[in-house]
């Protein structure tokens, strides 16, 4: 069965919100580029809600021309939505109904295929671990404070998870990975996956 990986950058004091203001610099480093790379192409999908699809289908059909590109805009997306969205604008994309989330990704992780990497951690992430069908968290922490910010997790939110592997660069990242300690481990408040 595909497993359905969350990957996150996160700042040392657990901030997530705009990473290309604190990660980026850290991440020249041939060894983080090569652990990225062999995550992404590990994977044949791509999940993610409404918004987060629509702010990166605006620029990543514009990249390209190195095999990591190339292989994140040939991945299938999935689009977590309960409003319309322009499947057109990062093709090949596959909207799924926000409530029939719990079904439909039982059904792709039937599927033939790789694993499904999920880009950041919030409402989806957060449904898809109340259902059981989250797999991994892969954590990037990076050397940095910020202050304030969009938590790492939402307020509520509430797991016991696993760590099962760690890998620490020399730029000063370290990826922890952990896993739900038990199907549907549960989460905080109910609230809505899609915009």
């Known amino acids: 069965m595909r497993k359905i990986i969350a990957s996150t950058y996160s700042t040392l004091d657990g901030f997530i919100d705009n990473p290309h203001l604190w990660a980026l610099q850290y991440n020249n480093n041939e060894d983080v580029m090569a652990y990225s790379f062999a995550l992404a192409t590990g994977c044949d999908a791509l999940m993610l809600g ?88 892969r954590i990037w922490v990076y050397p940095v404070i910020r202050g304030s910010g969009e938590r790492l997790f939402r307020e509520g ?23 739900p300690a038990s199907a549907g481990g549960g989460t905080g408040p109910e609230a809505p996956v899609s915009g």
């Open 157 to 179: 939110t509430e797991a016991t998870l696993e760590l099962v592997d760690s890998r620490t660069f020399d730029s000063g990242v370290a990826v922890l990975t952990y896993r």
């Open 50 to 137: 409404r918004v987060t699809y629509e702010g990166m289908a605006q620029a990543w059909p514009n990249m390209g021309g190195n095999p990591y590109a190339d292989h994140v805009n040939a991945m299938t997306k999935y689009v977590v939505a309960s409003q319309p969205v322009d499947t057109g604008a990062w093709d090949p994309t596959v909207v799924i109904p926000g409530d029939d989330l719990a079904a439909q990704v039982a059904k792709i992780k039937e599927q033939d295929g790789k694993d499904i990497l999920i880009w950041g951690c919030g409402r989806l992430t957060d449904a898809l671990m109340e259902h059981g069908l989250l797999d991994e968290y």
